[in-house]
């Protein structure tokens, strides 16, 4: 085995180790709004003068998106998925919090820049070749 074919299996296996990521700790946060919906997400959108029916859109960014990241099936688009609803929530809930840091000096929306700045390597990667159609 040459070095090249190593390091772009080692590749591989990181790519596939961020979608994991990425999309099953997104997924979670899915499945609490599938079990106990998104009227939270209603009201903080009806109190900006938006239709509360766009809360329903979350699904895409945390339910539709990280599956396609863990199967690697679109996963650029997956990642884009995660990407868009990372800046609806940032924007939504945490946008008093952008600058702030945390008791620690972490910057307070870390989890937030985690899930986002993941999607974008993603969305820019792609998911490897330990994926169902490799875009």
Not at 41 to 51: A, Y
Not at 64 to 85: D, E, S, T
């Given at each position: 085995m040459n070095g090249s074919s190593s390091v772009g299996r080692a590749d591989d296996v990181g790519r596939l180790?961020?979608?994991?990521?990425?999309?099953?700790?997104?997924?979670?946060?899915?499945?609490?709004k599938l079990l106990y919906?998104?009227?939270?997400?209603?009201?903080?959108?009806?109190?900006?003068?938006?239709?509360g029916q766009l809360a329903y859109a979350v699904f895409l960014g945390e339910?539709?998106?990280?599956?396609?990241?863990?199967?690697?099936?679109?996963?650029?688009?997956?990642?884009?998925?995660?990407?868009?609803?990372m800046l609806v929530a940032i924007g939504l809930v945490h946008r008093h919090d952008l600058l702030q840091l945390n008791t620690h000096g972490a910057w307070a929306l870390e989890l937030q820049g985690i899930y986002l700045f993941t999607g974008v390597a993603l969305m820019l990667m792609g998911p490897g070749r330990f994926s169902v159609n490799g875009r």
């Open positions: 180790v961020l979608r994991l990521e990425l999309g099953i700790l997104v997924l979670l946060h899915g499945v609490h919906g998104v009227s939270g997400i209603e009201s903080m959108l009806q109190g900006l003068g938006l239709p339910v539709l998106g990280p599956i396609m990241l863990i199967f690697g099936w679109y996963a650029r688009i997956g990642a884009g998925l995660v990407v868009v609803n």
